[in-house]
């Protein structure tokens, strides 16, 4: 009984001072808002309208046609026309542009022994039918930008010579589940929500015990028979109700604004939520028992914060990862509810299925509370 | 558990701490009896924060023995943290939360029950004038104030024993005053108090203490006795050069030291001088029709001797 009162007594306290620090109030609801609506509309890898340019040695209508007829694929603009290599190079260097298409004299030539024109010329097995129609010449240093060149690389060019399309049959047929259109929000969305929380939740709670270490309270919060672990549980209960809200602030609005469907169980998807809000608590946790102040503990956040986004795949996929770093992933948090909110709210998996990301939650959870209780002394030496 | 004799609230012995090469407190020996006010009387950095965090168990001591109420710190502090109030040097309580609040939290931490304890903090709000107050924010109060509020959280739950740290430094002097007056009406209803102070009135009120200097007592005992045990009589000089006079006695080897209060000089001489008037007068700096007295000693007097420092020694 008594310590149930306790626990309740520090979290009246925390709700209390929360509600005192506008700011911080406001941010709770900013943070998910403005920040789902900039990555939204931002973030996206389907890369259309590249600046590129074109050195033309060819200048025959030929040539112009086809400039025309890959501008139309919205992949690239072209914006510039250069006379010689040299500028073109430097222009890309300089990024002005990101590829330049090289078009030589003899285009006209290589393009009716091209087999993506489909003339029925002869199979390309010497040098002289299997030249290509023209170069790009592409920064390759933005792999996604490369990517989206490189699927130029074989694109039909029979309207080009104004014939009826002769449809290549692909070696694979390929069907998009769960994301048909390729939209990148759909992906980001809930990949959003694990970010967000992973940074409020870890910042919240990072600088709980430190806070009132700085301000003086601790002296007398530790002569008192609060138990660390009392302490500890009535620190983060406040906070789960504003994860909560953050989260149906996310996947709220990017139902509705940027179509995101929600196809799981919303009480299983409330259930792994609940799990990664805690877990993200007690990480705040034991960080701010090893700060000694609020700078060092937002110093950890960060530490924490960064490798949650580009490793937990959010960002990049996780398979693509090598082992090391996988395991790395496999520690965070982030990382687990990445699939869990992922595998719910866009696939309607079952979480039993993804039992084994929800028990790693529930493990992080009691191993990170009993972490922090131990490592919080009730001494001040 | 080896119960402590009854009478005594604090008993340590040879109770030291050390801050990695520095001594905080050397050796230190206490008695604190139960339902008396008892005054730690040293200047800032003596040792009297330390000592008090070591009785109430939130420092370690690095050698020692201290037993408080019927408790073997460390090992027991946990249990004892529900039987003594602290009143820390600082304002500790929550200045983002109203006095209410500040005391409804404390309540529920130390599981008083719902009805004892809204009883409990209107008693304490009337008690300590906060009632007007119980809806301000304790950052926006005044001294006064807070360090009320403080002692209100510090005896909500009606501790055996308090610990003040320096409960009035922040504080005017009527507020002083009348926070005695609280004192003294906690210390009535048996509650034992320990309060550290640097202001010798407030030394002066207390049932006995103890002088620290350097983290260790200097000397200890009921303020009339100290002044009467002190070791050096003090003769009051009236002279019309006293800034003159001052600097030619305190070279004196049997002068311990010399302060001037307005137009008088107060010298401090050693007990080895068996007449002191007689020895002073024989000084060539003292004039023929200078006025002489021997007088009542003070606290300050007895602080001045014990460390050997006045408050405005060379």
Not at chain 1, 49 to 59: E, F, T
Not at chain 1, 87 to 92: D, G, K, L, T
Not at chain 1, 170 to 178: G, K, Q, R, S
Not at chain 2, 171 to 193: A, C, H, K, M, Y
Request: hydrophobic content about 45%; charged content about 20%.
């Amino acid at each position: 009984m008594n310590p149930l009162i306790r626990v309740r007594a520090i979290a009246g306290k925390e709700f209390l001072q929360l509600k005192r620090d506008r700011m911080t109030f406001g941010m709770i609801v900013m943070i998910p808002l403005i920040q789902l609506l900039l990555f939204g509309f931002a973030i996206n890898t389907n890369v259309r309208h590249l600046p590129v340019g074109v050195v033309d040695y060819s200048n025959s209508g030929l040539s112009r046609v086809l400039i025309q007829t890959i501008s139309a694929t919205q992949v690239v603009t072209f914006t510039r026309h250069f006379t010689s290599m040299p500028e073109a190079e430097e222009a890309i260097a300089s990024a002005q542009v990101r590829a330049v298409l090289i078009i030589p004299a003899d285009v006209s030539q290589r393009l009716v022994r091209s087999p993506s024109v489909g003339l029925g010329s002869p199979s390309a097995t010497d040098a002289e039918t299997s030249r290509p129609v023209a170069q790009w010449l592409v920064d390759g240093s933005d792999t996604i930008v490369a990517g989206a060149i490189k699927g130029l690389r074989s694109m039909p060019l029979v309207e080009l010579l104004d014939r009826p399309s002769n449809r290549t049959t692909p070696t694979f047929e390929v069907t998009m589940l769960y994301n048909p259109e390729q939209r990148t929000v759909v992906n980001i969305v809930p990949g959003l929500a694990a970010i967000i929380l992973t940074m409020t939740m870890i910042m919240f709670t990072s600088a709980a015990i430190v806070r009132e270490r700085e301000r003086g309270n601790m002296e007398m919060l530790i002569t008192t028979p609060v138990r660390p672990i009392e302490l500890m549980i009535g620190k983060i209960v406040p906070y789960i109700f504003i994860g909560a809200i953050q989260v149906v602030i996310i996947l709220g609005l990017g139902h509705q604004l940027f179509n995101v469907p929600i196809n799981g169980n919303l009480l299983q998807l409330a259930g792994a939520t609940l799990l990664f809000i805690t877990a993200s608590l007690t990480l705040g946790l034991i960080i701010s028992t090893i700060a000694k102040s609020q700078l060092q503990s937002m110093q950890m956040t960060i530490f924490v914060l960064l490798p949650s986004i580009l490793l937990s795949g959010f960002m990049f996929p996780y398979e693509g990862m090598p082992l090391a770093a996988q395991y790395i992933a496999e520690a965070l948090p982030a990382t687990h509810f990445m699939r869990l909110i992922r595998g719910v709210v866009l696939k309607d998996v079952d979480v039993l299925n993804l039992a084994a990301d929800m028990y790693w939650l529930a493990l992080f959870t009691l191993g990170g509370l009993a972490v922090a209780s131990i490592r919080f002394k009730k001494r001040l030496d | 558990m080896t119960r402590a004799p009854a009478g005594y609230v604090i008993q340590a012995e040879q109770l030291s701490r050390r801050f990695g090469d520095t001594l905080a407190v050397q050796e230190l020996d206490l008695e604190v009896e139960k339902g008396r006010i008892y005054g730690f009387l040293g200047p800032n950095g003596c040792g009297k924060t330390t000592t008090i965090r070591m009785l109430t168990g939130l420092l370690k001591p690095s050698a020692g023995r201290v037993q408080v109420l019927e408790f073997n710190l460390p090992d027991d502090a946990e249990k004892l943290r529900l039987h003594i109030g602290y009143m820390t040097q600082k304002f500790s309580l929550y200045d983002d939360l109203t006095v209410l609040e500040n005391l409804r939290f404390i309540a529920r931490i130390y599981g008083l029950t719902a009805k004892t304890q809204k009883q409990r903090i209107d008693e304490l709000l009337s008690i300590y004038g906060l009632q007007p107050k119980a809806k301000q924010l304790a950052g926006s109060m005044s001294g006064g104030q807070r360090q009320r509020l403080s002692l209100a959280a510090a005896t909500l739950h009606k501790p055996e024993l308090l610990f003040l740290d320096e409960p009035t430094s922040a504080v005017d002097p009527e507020n002083r005053r009348e926070f005695w007056e609280q004192l003294f009406d906690l210390s009535d209803q048996g509650t034992s108090i320990l309060v550290s102070t640097h202001y010798m009135d407030e030394a002066e009120r207390c049932h006995k203490l103890a002088i620290l200097e350097n983290g260790i007592k200097r000397a200890d005992g009921s303020p009339d006795q100290l002044m009467l045990e002190m070791g050096s009589k003090v003769v009051e000089i009236s002279s019309a050069d006293l800034r003159q006079l001052k600097q030619t006695l305190i070279r004196l080897p049997e002068v311990i030291s010399a302060a001037q209060l307005g137009a008088r000089l107060r010298v401090l001489v050693k007990d080895s001088v068996a007449d002191p008037i007689a020895f002073l007068t024989r000084q060539p700096s003292v004039k023929p029709d200078d006025q002489l007295s021997l007088v009542r000693p003070s606290l300050e007097d007895v602080f001045v001797t014990c460390t050997g420092s006045g408050r405005d020694a060379p």
